[in-house]
């Protein structure tokens, strides 16, 4: 199944709050990116049937395996590119946006080649 933008601001979106609040529930999830319980609900249930996520008995959103690698993949390529625009001298919302925008469409390639290339400068 291919993740589209949305698909995968949602992952990114649960790993986050995870790591902040260590269960997630769709509400939390719903609240943290302002979107409506329908919406959300949806989603999850795109993601369930990919593999993406389970949700347990207690209505807590769990990343799979796979789920986990996507958003921690999309996560680091939004550091890496927020910290980026902010030191070439962008400000921080402005960072911040274009950081999610940046880490949806880069390649495995580029992305890897610009962060060794990053690591070289320090």
Do not use: W
Request: proline share 0%.
């Amino acid at each position: 199944m291919t993740l589209s933008k949305s698909l995968e601001d949602y992952l990114e979106a649960i790993l986050i709050l995870h790591q902040k609040r260590g269960s997630v529930r769709s509400v939390d999830l719903a609240e943290h990116m302002g979107y409506s319980k329908a919406s959300v609900s949806h989603a999850v249930k795109k993601l369930r049937t990919g593999g993406f996520l389970v949700v347990n008995e207690n209505g807590c959103l769990c990343l799979t395996d796979a789920g986990r690698a996507v958003a921690e993949k999309i996560y680091e390529r939004h550091q890496f590119f927020r910290e980026q625009l902010i030191a070439a001298g962008v400000d921080q919302k402005t960072a911040e946006q274009d950081a999610h925008q940046i880490e949806h469409v880069i390649s495995d390639l580029s992305f890897q080649k610009l962060k060794e290339k990053a690591q070289q400068a320090d």
